[in-house]
T-cell receptor, first 114, second 113 residues
Framework: QQPVQSPQAVILREGEDAVINCSSS?????VHWYRQKHGEAPVFLMI?????EQKGHDKISASFNEKKQQSSLYLTASQLSYSGTYFC???????????????FGKGTKLSVKP | EAQVTQNPRYLITVTGKKLTVTCSQN?????MSWYRQDPGLGLRQIYY???????DKGDVPEGYKVSRKEKRNFPLILESPSPNQTSLYFC????????????FGPGTRLTVL
């Protein structure tokens, strides 16, 4: 079952902030965030694990609320290069941790204007 | 260079003509997946594989087959393509380690007439 992302789209001016949310009805092992530019493959931004560990882009931050199975991606002081579609991907919690089966949301289209 | 490759990148075919899209990774990754991307629907998983000879269905497996005979390769087979399989397809791989980020191939744009 796909995680639910919100908002579906957002338009910003350079320098403004944005928050993208992702929620799941399943108990999660991890949440991933990816950005896709038009016509290109998705690119990894960040991964947040159950238990608090995370790894990712040093200019982007995110949070993972394990109790609510929700994650938020924080884009601060946005730049033109932040434009694209952002996807969250979720891994269900399973025996031994990662099951390697990533399910993506429908995406959030972010447009940053000069 | 660490990468996931897919071939072909673009394909136009006709209904019913069997085709294979190849996917190969050079990172010795355990996990590999196929996704299709359609406007407004995001990335939907077709099949995934946890290791050689171990595969499982994703959310939209109907009309597709996969095989994983070697660790590096994970071809996607459409035995009898139909127009509703017109889509952008991505192959991805991941290590299966704690930080299991996915590396995507460049995509294959398939049109079935």
């Amino acid at each position: 079952q796909q995680p639910v992302q919100s908002p579906q789209a957002v338009i910003l001016r350079e320098g403004e902030d944005a928050v993208i949310n992702c929620s799941s009805s399943k108990a999660l092992y991890s949440v991933h965030w990816y950005r896709q530019k038009h016509g290109e493959a998705p690119v990894f931004l960040m991964i947040l694990l159950k238990g608090g560990e995370q790894k990712g882009h040093d200019k982007i931050s995110a949070s993972f609320n394990e109790k609510k199975q929700q994650s938020s991606l924080y884009l601060t002081a946005s730049q033109l290069s932040y434009s694209g579609t952002y996807f969250c991907g979720t891994e269900k919690a399973g025996y031994g941790g990662s099951q390697g089966n990533l399910i993506f949301g429908k995406g959030t289209k972010l447009s940053v204007k000069p | 260079e660490a990468q996931v490759t897919q071939n072909p990148r673009y394909l136009i075919t006709v209904t019913g003509k069997k085709l294979t899209v190849t996917c190969s990774q050079n990172m010795n990754h355990e996990y590999m997946s196929w996704y299709r991307q359609d406007p407004g629907l995001g990335l939907r998983q077709i099949y995934y594989s946890m290791n050689v000879e171990v595969t499982d269905k994703g959310d939209v497996p109907e009309g597709y087959k996969v095989s994983r005979k070697e660790k590096r390769n994970f071809p996607l087979i459409l035995e009898s393509p139909s127009p509703n399989q017109t889509s952008l397809y991505f192959c991805a791989s991941s290590s299966g380690q704690v930080y299991n980020e996915q590396f995507f191939g460049p995509g294959t744009r398939l049109t079935v007439l």
